[in-house]
T-cell receptor, first 113, second 114 residues
Framework: KNQVEQSPQSLIILEGKNCTLQ??????????LRWYKQDTGRGPVSLTI?????NTKSNGRYTATLDADTKQSSLHITASQLSDSASYIC????????????FGPGTRLSVLP | DSGVTQTPKHLITATGQRVTLRCSPR?????VYWYQQSLDQGLQFLIQ???????AKGNILERFSAQQFPDLHSELNLSSLELGDSALYFC?????????????FGPGTRLTVL
């Protein structure tokens, strides 16, 4: 079954600290893996997109890693800011006669002052 | 602001009714995607269009249909509405509709079915 799992479900950290969010997937055939940031009630915003051959991609303070062998990805946030408080969603795209997207449930991050 | 617009922002209707959600993609983008986000099922991919043609289909119910017009705006039609259809509906657009394209999401339409 094509599934994406994320951990932890929620996370609270202090401003300035680093954190790492995890994503495990069983989606095939794999096309790419995306991380999105979603503020409550707003549309997701793309952070990174990684294909099979990429194992690290950065976007400012966000760094995503991908291990296609173990089907795991992580999103590392450095020097967190209050504005990082949001849900972070891992999405795996599969190709089966057309694209399809399998979404994880998200990790809810709260950054406290 | 992503450049993707969606109307209306909010919609309240009754079970059994039909509604139409509208999306205008970013200038220059040829592909449009529709997603549903509900509390119990999270985000789900519904359907993708590219330059007026259906390109991919996800978990879209038979009661739902969509189309993309020559001016590239798209509409999602939801009929015979049920309580469980209450959700946020997002539209996204991308330049070419290919696998590695970055998608830009609109602000969403919140549908409440009473």
């Amino acid at each position: 079954k094509n599934q994406v799992e994320q951990s932890p479900q929620s996370l609270i950290i202090l401003e300035g600290k680093n954190c790492t969010l995890q994503c495990n997937y069983t989606v095939s055939p794999f096309s790419n893996l995306r991380w999105y940031k979603q503020d409550t009630g707003r549309g997701p915003v793309s952070l990174t997109i990684m294909t099979f051959s990429e194992n690290t991609k950065s976007n400012g303070r966000y760094t995503a890693t991908l291990d296609a062998d173990t089907k795991q990805s992580s999103l590392h946030i450095t020097a967190s800011q209050l504005s990082d408080s949001a849900s972070y969603i891992c999405v795996v795209s599969r190709w089966s006669g057309g694209q399809n997207f399998v979404f994880g449930p998200g990790t809810r991050l709260s950054v406290l002052p | 602001d992503s450049g993707v617009t969606q109307t209306p922002k909010h919609l309240i209707t009754a079970t059994g009714q039909r509604v139409t959600l509208r999306c205008s993609p970013r200038s220059g983008d040829l592909s449009v995607y529709w997603y549903q986000q509900s509390l119990d099922q999270g985000l789900q991919f519904l359907i993708q269009y590219y330059n007026g043609e259906e390109r991919a289909k996800g978990n879209i119910l038979e009661r739902f249909s969509a189309q993309q017009f020559p001016d590239l705006h798209s509409e999602l039609n939801l009929s015979s509405l049920e309580l469980g259809d209450s959700a946020l509906y997002f539209c996204a657009s991308s330049a070419r509709g290919t696998g590695g394209d970055e998608q830009f999401f609109g602000p969403g339409t919140r549908l409440t079915v009473l």
